[in-house]
């Protein structure tokens, strides 16, 4: 079955602009989570949505925003984007939690603030 | 607060030979779950092992294994007859609580570098 698909895969934008990036869960999976990941301070959780519901969110500015579809496709947005948001954002889907097998990750979209 | 601590930035390992990554981890709930990632250069985070707070039995997955030590509250890989394939980046990770979240706390990573 198909995996978790991130689109784009890279993405370099101007400090100031706003991004959105786009994940797609396994087919059947409910409940998806984004983390940050840089250099510095390695891999941060983001949020996590389930149902359509934010259910959890980590300690990121309200410049870090997301969405979940009916359909489980996700997005998150970054707004005013600053040189510091340079990263590999990773999305992880899985049926409801973690559980045994962890969550099913993407790819990732690396993203470039220049 | 919650923590992962991996103390081996970088490791090198002969090929076919095994190789035990540390982990130690912090936390104040009694049921909670381990994880261990590869994350090759391609950036894709894959899921190795699992290993549950209340699991009596070491976790094992082919090469793979944990030793889990929770009173010292370690949670070890082992990887047996490494292979170059095996050659990334290594997470430990934790999630609190019985599983109704998504939240992974990880740890900083180890290198694993397999000589030929």
């Known amino acids: 079955k198909a995996g978790v698909t991130q689109t784009p895969r890279y993405l370099i934008k101007t400090r100031g602009q706003q991004v959105t990036l786009s994940c797609s869960p396994i087919s059947g999976h409910r409940s998806v989570s984004w983390y940050q990941q840089t250099p510095g301070q390695g891999l941060q959780f983001l949020f996590e949505y389930f149902s359509e519901t934010q259910r959890n969110k980590g300690n990121f500015p309200g410049r870090f925003s997301g969405r979940q579809f009916s359909n489980s496709r996700s997005e998150m947005n970054v707004s005013t984007l600053e040189l510091g948001d340079s990263a590999l954002y990773l999305c992880a889907s899985s049926l409801k939690a973690p559980g045994v097998y962890g969550y099913t990750f993407g790819s990732g979209t690396r993203l470039t603030v220049v | 607060a919650q923590k992962i601590t991996q103390t081996q930035p970088g490791m090198f390992v002969q090929e076919k030979e095994a190789v035990t990554l540390d982990c130690t981890y912090d936390t104040s709930d009694q049921s909670y779950g381990l994880f261990w990632y590869k994350q090759p250069s391609s950036g894709e985070m894959i899921f190795l092992i699992y290993?549950?707070?209340?699991?009596?039995q070491n976790a094992t997955e082919g090469r793979y294994s944990l030793n889990f030590q929770k009173a010292r509250k370690s949670a070890n890989l082992v990887i047996s007859a490494s292979q170059l394939g095996d050659s990334a980046m290594y997470f430990c990770a934790m999630r609190e609580g019985s599983g109704n979240t998504g939240k992974l706390i990880f740890g900083q990573g180890t290198t694993l570098q397999v000589k030929p």
């Open positions: 290993q549950g707070s209340y699991d009596e």
